[in-house]
């Protein structure tokens, strides 16, 4: 390979929320796709990953995303949040602040009673804080097996779990666990798959925890997507997107056609957010001639 395009979003993250704002802002050039004349439709509410453009600054991709007619930016943290403000878009998933950085561990989750008095602490605080900034959504992970079967991590994601939600409750905010894959990405995540995911829901019971349902993830880990959404739709508050497989662009040489997707998703009655979470392979303009062009995709 020419380059290494498995990014890993935690390395990411980390990075931009320490130094994007010392970044260099890239000059970019003029959408290749002229918006100014074909708006998007709206019916698919979608926003944009920031760790999948890392090299440029909120900012500058907050500008960018309002010319695309996205509604927000998603996977931002406190630190960023005045940004998105400024520019009249939503932190459509929101992540721990850097002072409460268990909210972003993968690794370390729910699913171990370790980690449970550190991440009620730290979750209690950032609820209130999403809360406070006028979001809804806030991600949590269910972290590594380390040889834990799936049942015990169920059970130990649902005592855990059961300590923030009546917060999460009080405040108007929906915790949202997301699936990712175990296969390539994230070796021994534990929610990696819907039944597993649906599983602790279905425990939990309550209205402010559903699944982040990435469609590449599951995709990789299941397949079966169109009918997993409409089989469990009620169940998944969010969807992330991406080519299968690499995690590129949703073109022609991956396998998914997502404005099916898009369609399927609409007629659930979804509301909520679809984010762009794909690492452009073509870096024309920073990466965001292929987001213009995925934007439009699902534009359904």
Known sequence: MKQKQNINRRNAIKTMALGSSALAIPKLNPMTTDFSN?????????????????????????????????VGIDLIGAEGWDVL???DLTS???????????TRSLTDGWNDKRFHKDL????????????????????????????????????????????????????????????????????DYMCDNSNWGVALCKALDSDHFKLLYDIYHMQVMEGDVIHTIRENHKYYGHYHTAGVPGRNELDEKQELFYPAIMKAILETGYKGFVAQEFIPKDRTNEGLNSLATAVKLCDV
């Open 38 to 70: 074909t708006p998007l439709k709206g019916n698919i509410k979608q926003s944009v990953c920031q760790w999948c453009y890392g090299n440029i600054p909120l900012e500058t991709l907050a500008q960018e995303a309002k010319k695309l007619g996205l």
């Open 85 to 87: 403000k400024k520019y």
């Open 92 to 102: 459509t998933m929101c992540y721990g602040d850097l002072e409460g950085k268990s």
């Open 120 to 187: 009620i602490k730290h979750y209690t605080r950032h609820i209130k804080l999403v809360a406070d900034a006028g979001w809804t959504n806030l991600i949590c992970f269910s972290g590594s097996r380390r040889g834990m079967n799936d049942a015990q991590g169920l059970e130990n994601c649902v005592e855990g779990l059961r300590q923030i939600l009546p917060i999460a409750e009080d405040h108007g905010v929906i915790l949202h666990m997301e699936l990712l894959n175990s296969k390539v990405d994230h070796a």
